[in-house]
């Protein structure tokens, strides 16, 4: 199920709370800092060209910032997510040769179908989760998933490693705090924009099998509910990625049970390449709670060999609740670029994190 209205209220008091803390959330805002090469965000999946009938998630999250985006925040300026105006269909109406729900498991089942279009469509009805097998070319859209608080789950949206080129977009993904991920890919070729994504147990996406990644558009909330999981809003397993974006996302995270980072520049496994990564125009606010940080770093550096080059600029920070937006580099990431990173509460930019003072040993810490 979809956030209630109160919790989006509730997210924008936190972040207010939290910022009057500080002396120079008594002045006024200024102005947000333009950036003249930032293109007008505009996910493919949506229906309309103009406004969309759904309401904005949390359109207050951002007042008060002395420093905000100038382009248009998912979640805040126009709403993640499907949007709202067509009745969602019950999933069981998607029938054929290949398609099989089992109510046990909570799973739909889609073998041996390319290019399926799954469009406008209420899983959230019988809690299911939605598993691809050698289904490549698949399109996920405008629908709405929430599974089961009392059912843990390996992940919300699997698809296998056969089920090459998978679009996930304008969809509502509740993780429930038990689904260990809401998207789970390992095969080549990923693009999931424009969702509402929150709660998973422990990561937002999780993609093994290289090619390009494209990660843009989505409003993401609250991850980390598994007691022993390490949170990352994007992890990748080792293999070649050709291209990797990370592009216009809203963030919006306080301390849960597990700990991690936001975004990696980097892989689990060995012997894989991310190729020019790149992490442009997020809002990312991570608030803490008494000395608990939400998270360690907000982009975090490989040790290990595997990032050619990479760009990290144009990104808007509320740090207070993680230790620093960039992790220092690390000898795992030859030849970055980082450029124009702001923090919020201060209007100012962020020095660049080769120059910054090493990362403190976080081990057996809270955060």
């Not at 360690?296 to 609740?321: C, I």
Request: proline share 9%; glycine share 10%; hydrophobic share 35%.
């Amino acid at each position: 199920m979809r956030p209630s209205k109160a919790r989006s209220v509730s997210l924008a008091t936190a972040a207010m709370s939290a910022m009057s803390a500080v002396a120079w959330a008594e002045t006024q805002p200024s102005a947000p800092l333009s950036d003249p090469q930032s293109p007008a965000p505009k996910p493919g999946c949506l229906r309309h060209e103009g406004p969309s009938p759904a309401k904005p998630q949390h359109p207050e999250l951002l007042s008060g910032y002395r420093a905000r985006p100038a382009w248009k925040v998912a979640g805040v300026d126009w709403a993640a997510g499907p949007s709202g105006d067509v009745p969602l269909k019950d999933p069981q109406m998607l029938k054929g040769p290949g398609i099989n729900i089992d109510l046990t498991s909570r799973i739909m089942r889609i073998d041996n179908i390319s290019g399926l279009i799954i469009d406008g469509y209420d899983f959230s009805r019988l809690r299911l989760g939605l598993w691809l097998v050698n289904s490549p070319n698949t399109t996920i859209i405008n629908s709405n998933f929430a599974f089961d608080p009392l059912e843990r789950r390996m992940t919300g949206i699997y698809a296998d490693e056969k089920s090459r080129n998978l679009y996930v977009g304008c969809n509502a993904i509740d993780g429930a705090k038990t689904a260990s991920s809401l998207i789970y890919a390992l095969g080549p070729n990923v693009t999931v924009e424009g969702n509402w994504m929150t709660n998973p147990a422990q990561h937002f996406l999780e993609v093994t099998g290289g090619g390009d990644i494209a990660y843009r558009y989505n409003l993401m909330e609250q991850g980390g509910h598994a007691l022993g999981a390490h949170l990352n809003y994007l992890q990748l397993g080792a293999a070649r990625y050709s291209s990797y974006s990370v592009l216009y996302n809203t963030v919006y995270q306080t301390p849960q049970v597990a700990g991690g980072e936001i975004f990696q520049i980097q892989m689990y496994g060995q012997g894989g390449l991310v190729v020019d990564p790149e992490i442009a125009w997020n809002t990312i606010i991570a608030l803490p709670e008494a000395e608990r940080k939400a998270v360690s770093w907000a982009v975090h550096t490989a040790h290990e060999p595997s990032v050619l080059g990479g760009r990290v600029h144009h990104n808007y920070f509320d740090p207070e609740g993680m230790y620093g937006p960039i992790y220092p580099v690390a000898d795992g990431v030859k030849n970055p670029t980082f450029s124009d990173n702001v923090n919020m509460r201060t209007g100012e930019r962020f020095p660049d994190p080769v120059t910054a003072t090493p990362a403190p040993n976080t081990s057996g810490q809270k955060f």
